[in-house]
Every structure is written in structure tokens, then in C-alpha cells.
């Protein structure tokens, strides 16, 4: 089975500009999170969805957005880019809403670099 | 709110040595706590968990206690070896939807 998938790999863009990164959890899974992971630090929360619906939102500005489509796939949204956007989105799915047993898989990640 | 400090690093060891990352929380409630290991060109992966106190985790030689009198959750490895080099991150959750992540702790291992 495949695992948590990832869109695009890597992706440069300038200050001011809007990026788009998408996730597809594994099969059967039906709660996403996104998580962003600066160069040196760990991982930090910014949104969960379960069912389509938001459950879980970190300390993150208005510029990021999130949804969650009927097949559980997700799309992270930043917009007007600015330059400490740049780090390693992660997407992380699990079964259900997060039961403290709930295992969470990662997907490896994609690189985004503002220049 | 609720935190995560380790062990800065890098750590260097050798191999067989006896390996210990440490790792204390802050949290209001009664988290589940959890050490997750990103090996080179990986996505992050949970390495083991306790979900109460006094709980051991354990996984592929690693080792580590929930200890809420202390509020730790220190990593161990009796003998490691090259292929244990990564960067290990202890975190926990808060919340049904939330983990909070440390900072990180990178480990190399000499042969």
C-alpha cells in the first residue's frame, strides 16, 4: 500500500506569491494534518481535518488555509509569501479523529523555498 | 501552553555505545508522549509511545519511561549502531489532534 503522498517535492517561489501543496493520506485514512518544519527545528502543528471538516488549528496567520476534499486528500494554502515561509511541509494522516493510540503516518515532505 | 525540550545536539557516539537522549515536558493535562526518528532522506517516523504514566515504550532497541513525577521521557539505546544515525525528535500530544514536537537531536554513530 502506498503511503502518505506529497506534492510537489520541491518548489521555489518569490515573496508575495501564493503556493499551493496537496497530500493524499493512505488509503482508509481519513484525518490529514499539516505540519510546518523549519530548517534546525521541529516539526510545528498548523491544521487538522477530519471528515472534511476542520478539528485543529495551530498558531499560524490567516495566510494559511487548508481543506479537505471527499476522497480525504488535502491542499495547504499559503498565501502572500514571505521569506520565514521558507521550511519542509509536512502532511500526516491517521484513521481517525487522533486517539492518543492512533499511530500518525508522515509523508516526506515538500521543500518550499521563498526567494 | 504545553512543551517540548531535548537534548540539543549533535551527539557522537561509537559504535556499541550506550546512547542516552534527553528529553522533559511541560503539559496541563495527561499528554501521550512519543519519540519520532527521521533517518536521511525520510519522512519523519514514530519510533515508540507511552500513553501513561509508568508506561515503557520500546522499539527496535530503544527504550524509554514515562515518568510523571519528573516529567521525562529520555531515550535509550543499550548498544547502537551506524544505521541508528538520524535526528530524533520527542514530542507530545495535546489534544486529540495536536503533537508537539522538540527541537530535535541529530546522532551520528562512528563505526
Given at each position: 500500500d502506498a503511503g502518505v503522498t506529497q506534492s510537489p517535492t520541491h518548489l521555489i517561489?518569490?515573496?508575495?506569491?501564493?503556493?499551493?501543496?496537496?497530500?493524499s493520506p493512505i488509503s482508509g485514512h481519513k484525518s490529514v494534518s499539516w505540519y510546518?518544519?523549519?530548517l534546525g527545528q521541529g516539526p510545528q502543528f498548523i491544521f487538522q481535518y477530519y471528515e472534511k471538516e476542520e478539528r485543529g488549528r495551530g498558531n499560524f496567520p490567516d495566510r494559511f488555509s487548508a481543506r479537505q476534499f471527499p476522497n480525504y486528500s488535502s491542499e495547504l494554502n499559503v498565501n502572500a509569501l514571505l521569506l520565514g515561509d521558507s521550511a519542509l511541509y509536512l502532511c500526516a494522516s491517521r484513521k481517525g479523529q487522533g486517539a492518543s493510540n492512533e499511530k500518525l503516518f508522515f509523508g516526506s515532505g515538500t521543500q518550499l523555498s521563498v526567494l | 501552553g504545553d512543551s517540548v525540550t531535548q537534548m540539543e545536539g549533535p551527539v557522537t557516539l561509537s559504535e556499541e555505545a550506550f546512547l542516552t537522549i534527553n528529553c522533559t515536558y511541560t503539559a496541563t493535562g495527561y499528554p501521550s508522549l512519543f519519540w519520532y526518528v527521521q533517518y536521511p532522506g525520510e519522512g519523519l517516523q514514530l519510533l515508540l509511545k507511552a500513553t501513561k504514566a509508568d508506561d515503557k515504550g520500546s522499539n527496535k532497541g530503544f527504550e524509554a519511561t514515562y515518568r510523571k513525577e519528573t516529567?521525562?521521557?529520555?531515550?535509550?539505546k543499550g548498544s547502537v549502531q551506524v544505521s541508528d544515525s538520524a535526528v530524533y525528535f520527542c514530542a507530545l500530544s495535546e489534544g486529540a489532534s495536536k503533537i508537539i514536537f522538540g527541537s530535535g537531536t541529530r546522532l551520528s554513530i562512528r563505526p
Open positions: 517561489k518569490t515573496r508575495g506569491q501564493q503556493v499551493t501543496l496537496r497530500c510546518q518544519q523549519v | 516529567t521525562s521521557f529520555h531515550l535509550e
